[in-house]
């Protein structure tokens, strides 16, 4: 069973930075997704195995980067220029397909317990 423990978030100013991390009991393809009260859980960001492929909502391309430390089986997603439509629970999740297929929520195998992020204008 793939286990996820997810650390990070907060409450931040607009135009502020925040940083998430998500450990992970093995190597997959992983990424976040968020979900604003009242929305669906939509895709972030996700990293393949290696690290040398990444893809990003066009709601946070140019503001937040995914990156992936292997040694420690631990995703990091940094956050800058915060906006408060970014506001958000923030869920790690885990594939065993691809990068690709993590913008598809039936390919998510594993969900971490997911942190709250607050963007104040």
């Known amino acids: 069973q793939v286990q996820l423990v997810e650390s990070g978030g907060g409450l931040v100013q607009a135009g502020g930075s925040l940083r998430l991390s998500c450990a992970a009991s093995?190597?997959?393809?992983m990424g976040w997704f968020r979900q604003a009260p009242g929305k669906e859980r939509e895709f972030v960001t996700a990293?393949?195995?290696?690290?040398?492929?990444?893809h990003y909502a066009d709601s946070v391309k140019g503001r937040f980067t995914i990156s992936r430390d292997n040694a420690k089986n631990t995703v990091y997603l940094q956050m800058n220029s915060l906006k408060p439509e970014d506001t958000a629970v923030y869920y790690c999740?885990?594939?065993?397909?691809?990068?690709?297929?993590?913008?598809?929520?039936?390919?998510?195998?594993?969900w971490g317990q997911g942190t709250q992020v607050t963007v104040s204008s």
């Open positions: 093995g190597r997959y393809a």
């Open positions: 999740a885990a594939s065993h397909g691809t990068a690709s297929d993590m913008r598809r929520v039936s390919q998510i195998v594993s």
């Open positions: 990293i393949n195995r290696s690290g040398g492929i990444t």
